[in-house]
């Protein structure tokens, strides 16, 4: 099968609002800049928009060396120089990793504008992928999330109002496939000069941010109510709502809307 990129979307603080881009660079740790930043409580905690629902109203941009956040929560943008520092401990639905602690003053910005105590770091060290033998920034479990756009058609005619693809916050969306033909993929393979090749390891399990408006923060139980009716699997001992796929990336290189991927 082939499928075609028809999004590319990175998220330079975990849980905030995410980039659109034209094209991308895929690294050992999924998209370049994915999931670099993470705002953390004082005791190392990840935040999530489970628990701030206003984290989708932050808008990151990074460039690799100076990050900027504008939101409708704060009175000016934050424009950060990335710091260089000693690790300190934190963690991700609590697994340990490491970040850098970005100092006091994106923490001031962040706490405003969030009115809880936090702290942003920059991840450093080496984050294993559970199952699947890939590595990864402070994403939940894997580098890459892909979701097929006919997937999300099919879902849009199951409710009464149209779900905007940024619900789901995939990385990689993908047309060609038809409804759910990820679920049965297992590779995705570019072509040559830019040959990128992507394992999908598993399907993606859904919680409650896909219930938050990422425009608003406001919330409604019908994006996950719906997908409980038709998308519950079972899953490692457990039942999960499944939607999309997560992937770990095998062979580096460019990605760019329109390409061409095949899929396995």
């Known amino acids: 099968m082939t499928a075609v990129i028809a999004g590319l979307t990175v998220y330079p603080i975990k849980s905030a609002g995410g980039v659109a881009l034209a094209e991308a660079d895929l690294t050992a740790t999924g998209l370049r800049h994915d999931r670099a930043f993470m705002l953390v409580r004082p005791d190392g905690r990840h935040l999530s928009q489970r628990e701030v629902p206003e984290l989708a109203l932050l808008r990151p941009g990074f460039d690799g060396a100076k990050l900027t956040v504008e939101s409708p929560l704060a009175s000016a943008p934050l424009v950060w120089e990335a710091a260089d520092g000693p690790a300190r401990d934190v963690t991700v639905h609590g697994r340990p990793c490491q970040g850098v602690d970005q100092?006091?003053?994106?923490?001031?910005?962040?706490?405003?504008?969030?009115?809880?105590?936090?702290?942003?770091?920059?991840?450093?060290?080496?984050?294993?992928?559970?199952?699947?033998?890939?590595?990864?920034?402070?994403?939940?479990?894997?580098?890459?999330?892909?979701?097929?756009?006919?997937?999300?058609?099919?879902?849009?005619?199951?409710?009464?109002?149209?779900?905007?693809?940024?619900?789901?916050?995939?990385?990689?969306?993908?047309?060609?496939?038809?409804?759910?033909?990820?679920?049965?993929?297992?590779?995705?393979?570019?072509?040559?000069?830019?040959?990128?090749?992507?394992?999908?390891?598993?399907?993606?399990?859904?919680?409650?941010?896909?219930?938050?408006?990422?425009?608003?923060a406001r919330r409604a139980p019908a994006p996950l109510r719906a997908l409980g009716r038709y998308r519950v699997e079972r899953f490692g001992g457990g039942r999960e709502i499944m939607f999309g796929r997560l992937g770990v990336p095998r062979v580096p290189g460019a990605l760019r809307l329109g390409d061409a991927l095949t899929a396995t």
């Open 103 to 216: 100092g006091d003053e994106p923490a001031a910005w962040f706490g405003a504008a969030l009115g809880l105590e936090c702290r942003l770091v920059r991840f450093t060290g080496t984050r294993r992928t559970l199952p699947g033998d890939g590595t990864l920034a402070f994403a939940d479990g894997y580098p890459v999330s892909v979701l097929s756009r006919e997937s999300l058609d099919d879902l849009n005619r199951r409710v009464d109002v149209a779900l905007p693809m940024n619900r789901f916050r995939p990385n990689i969306v993908l047309e060609g496939l038809g409804p759910y033909g990820e679920d049965s993929v297992t590779s995705l393979r570019g072509r040559a000069p830019d040959a990128v090749e992507i394992d999908l390891v598993r399907p993606c399990g859904r919680c409650v941010i896909i219930n938050t408006d990422q425009e608003t």
